[in-house]
């Protein structure tokens, strides 16, 4: 038991698990600010997969083309909005199951993606670091949170602007209400299922800067597998949260936490088993969802389709 | 609402559905032709690897079958109103399970074959029932629990396989090979009908026989009447004296053992998709999902799954023969994403514009 303990306080001691917590923290809560707001509406989007592999895989075309790391980014965006369009138009202004939708999204789009990698094969490379003087030298978390390629600041403004939109705009008191019962939102004049549309757009524009964040913040090429399940994760951490965004922030830093454990316990060469240690992360996202989720209050149309006269 | 399904409204659907899977095909011709490829040849070596060349058709048959079982069980699940997605996970574990009881009962026979199948589907369940404890313990979505627990799944059996005390081959059984289970004894394996050149495994018949059981049963039985009730109106099925733990539990169940029943089913039925009668990581090559798509297609309709199941599974073994024309066989991923998303639009369309007639119906009246 000693040699554990000495593990776990030399993983934590360790600059490097931080810096990679904060890399797969950022990449969850691009997605998960944008899924919070979607969730809000009362739309469950298991597409948020899709729309990060997707703004990743545009935003590395972007690059490949275009050599610009904004420009990258921007198409990124438009790349996870896509998707979002699909998933929008056709679960919320025609009337198809959202998570039929989801699903058939997130693995068109892991053939797609797959089949145009191979035959584009974009180039691309890591964005420049920038190390902000001062906060960035505190020890063990300086260069965590201020040592980091720039495209991982974008996040200090997302999070507070998806803050101040949900909670602080018409807009975002309209997605809360369609999100908590549209039927009364409907009767008051709000058209519910625009404002559920417009909310998925927002997870889309969100998640595809995540996916570009990943190219150009963390791993630097594309591949298929890049996100590999993660999108599913950034869902878990709203639930987790309890559909407030501090909690959801919260949620992905403990789920990015589990993710980064198990890269240092591997970089710092301890010996266990690889196979449970790579379901470490999906494990700890179930059991913190099965304390926390009956704790919550969840909105309380989620997932429920709105069409007007039906309840 | 309803409406009658005769005269202009068959047209319509007709229509609608044309249209849909013709735009799906076009726009993957478009992507072929403009990543350098020819979209002719391409369709050619689906029909040839699917069907046309000899042999091909019991293949295609083969692979189906799991497809199918995986697809019946999802049908169960979704008419409950419950959305299990993690049938990859459960046909995996159920696999696993199926190998690790094989091996330990022995003896050969029909008798052990059954037991295999049998165990394949409390594997599934099981691991699907996890998902129900979740759900309806602790509140946790089964859309995410089902989800993630694919992953853990699939790490637990490759551990599994890593371990010799639990699925991993003897040392003199498996050559320098890593993770992989011993192979099924002859008598172990389900058997093959020839019909004309046709090698068509047992699991087809298996799955063509359930799908009959179960579209009866759910359409038929006062216990799918309870399923259906839960899964149209809740509070409805609720008050009337359906306990929500208790079916909703078992239609999770119920999937995840048709989804292990398959994997077990694809370990003893062998074959060219399925490898050589013995567990290896990556074993359920997104048969899961795939039967997942097959049920989304055929609309909770187990009898409707079987020629879905059909074609998808002729998309996969026609893959292969793709890889001969240039053009990447990974194109057929793409189809099928486009031909799923094509086929949900005309209800989605219909329900619509159902509505509209009604109230444009209602408005004349007053």
Request: charged fraction near 15%; charge should be positive.
């Amino acid at each position: 038991m000693g040699g554990l303990l000495e593990a776990i306080v030399d993983i934590l001691s360790s600059e490097s698990t931080y810096i990679n917590g904060a890399l797969f923290a950022a990449f969850l809560a691009f997605a998960a600010s944008g899924e919070l707001v979607a969730e809000r509406a009362g739309t469950l989007n298991i597409s948020v997969e899709a729309m990060l592999l997707t703004g990743a895989f545009t935003a590395a075309v972007g690059y490949h083309v275009t050599e610009s790391f904004p420009l990258a980014l921007l198409l990124g965006v438009v790349g996870g909005m896509i998707i979002a369009g699909v998933q929008a138009e056709m679960s919320h202004r025609l009337s198809a199951d959202q998570f039929v939708v989801g699903l058939t999204l997130n693995i068109l789009v892991l053939g797609l993606t797959g089949f145009l990698d191979n035959e584009i094969e974009p180039e691309t490379k890591l964005a420049g670091r920038w190390d902000i003087p001062l906060l960035s030298d505190i020890p063990l978390v300086g260069q965590a949170l201020f040592g980091q390629r720039w495209p991982f600041y974008l996040l200090y403004v997302l999070v507070p602007f998806t803050w101040w939109l949900l909670f602080r705009t018409r807009w975002g008191l309209e997605i809360r209400s369609v999100g908590e019962n549209p039927q009364s939102a409907d009767v008051s004049g709000i058209d519910v299922n625009k404002r559920r549309r417009q909310s998925i757009y927002y997870a889309g524009a969100t998640s595809g800067l995540g996916g570009a964040f990943l190219i150009f913040g963390q791993i630097g090429l594309f591949e298929d597998s890049i996100v590999g399940g993660r999108g599913f994760i950034a869902i878990a951490a709203v639930i987790f949260g309890g559909w407030t965004l501090r909690g959801t922030i919260a949620g992905c830093i403990i789920f990015a936490g589990a993710l980064s454990f198990r890269l240092s316990v591997q970089g710092l060469g301890y010996e266990v088993n690889s196979e449970l240690l790579q379901s470490l992360p999906f494990l700890v996202t179930l059991i913190g969802m099965a304390i926390f989720a009956h704790r919550v209050r969840a909105p309380r149309a989620l997932a429920q389709p709105f069409v007007r006269g039906l309840k | 609402m309803s409406g009658t399904a005769s005269g202009p409204r068959v047209g319509e659907w007709v229509v609608l559905y044309v249209v849909s899977v013709l735009a799906a095909l076009v726009l993957s011709a478009i992507l072929v032709q403009a990543t350098g490829g020819q979209w002719r040849p391409v369709v050619n070596a689906l029909l040839d690897g699917s069907i046309r060349n000899p042999g091909r058709i019991g293949e295609t048959l083969g692979t189906a079958a799991p497809m199918l079982l995986v697809a019946i069980g999802t049908i169960i699940s979704s008419k409950a109103g419950l959305i299990n997605i993690g049938q990859e996970g459960q046909l995996f574990v159920g696999a696993a399970f199926a190998t690790y009881f094989g091996f330990l009962i022995g003896g050969p026979g029909a008798l052990n074959v059954v037991l295999i199948l049998i165990f394949g589907a409390i594997g599934g369940a099981l691991w699907a029932g996890v998902a129900a404890v979740l759900k309806y313990w602790r509140n946790v979505p089964e859309v995410l629990s089902t989800l993630l627990l694919v992953t853990v799944g699939g790490q637990l059996v490759a551990y599994g396989l890593s371990q010799s005390w639990l699925l991993l081959a003897p040392l003199a059984d498996r050559g320098n090979r890593n993770q992989v289970s011993s192979q099924l004894a002859e008598g172990n394996r389900l058997p093959r009908l020839e019909i004309s050149g046709n090698e068509i495994p047992f699991a087809v018949f298996l799955g063509i026989g359930l799908a009959i059981v179960v579209s009866l049963a759910l359409s038929r039985t006062v216990w799918g009447f309870m399923l259906r009730m839960l899964g149209r109106n809740p509070r409805a099925a609720q008050r009337s004296g359906v306990a929500q733990t208790k079916y909703g539990a078992t239609a999770i169940m119920l999937s995840g053992a048709f989804a292990g029943l398959a994997g077990a089913a694809m370990l003893a039925g062998g074959g060219f998709a399925f490898g050589n009668y013995q567990l290896v990581p990556g074993f359920s090559t997104n048969i899961g999902w795939t039967g997942l798509l097959v049920a989304l297609v055929a609309r909770e309709k187990a009898l409707v799954a079987i020629p879905v199941a059909f074609v998808f599974a002729g998309l996969r073994t026609g893959s292969s023969f793709v890889g001969a024309t240039g053009v990447e066989g990974r194109i057929t991923d793409v189809i099928q994403g486009f031909l799923v998303l094509a086929l949900l639009v005309p209800p989605a369309v219909m329900f619509l514009r159902d509505r509209k007639r009604a109230r444009d119906a209602a408005t004349e009246r007053t």
